[in-house]
Nanobody, 129 residues
């Protein structure tokens, strides 16, 4: 069973930055479809960034231009660089991975697909002054 462990969450003021990391227990996981989701209290879990095995990415409109998803295969690590953070970015952030490439919609990794095989426990991000 693959384990995913997130780190890097915390509390920052508006406009600040955080870098989340997700480490997989198996190297092959990072090479498949990986994603970052978030869930705020009272809201549904939503995908914010997806990274396919060929490096193709897709971002939610709300984070486009501010967040960057990337991976380091040598360290089995997926990262999410978050800049210009806003209070509405406050949520629990989850790393997710699958055993194959991403489901594509119009040639882009899907942001609506949620049936990932592996999930982390989450890391809290709070943006507040």
């Amino acid at each position: 069973q693959v384990q995913l462990e997130e780190s890097g969450g915390g509390s920052v003021p508006p406009g600040g930055s955080l870098k989340l990391a997700c480490t997989a227990s198996r190297s092959t996981t990072i090479s498949k479809c990986m994603a970052w989701f978030r869930q705020a209290p009272g809201s549904e879990r939503e995908a914010v960034a997806v990274l396919d095995r060929d490096g193709t990415t897709n971002y939610a409109d709300s984070v486009k231009g501010r967040f960057t998803i990337s991976k380091d295969n040598t360290k089995n690590t997926l990262t999410l660089q978050m800049n210009a953070l806003k209070p509405e970015d406050s949520a629990m952030y989850y790393c997710a991975g699958d055993r194959w490439g991403c489901t594509l919609i119009s040639g882009r990794p899907s942001l609506v697909y949620t049936a990932y095989t592996y999930w982390g426990q989450g890391t809290q991000v709070t943006v507040s002054s």
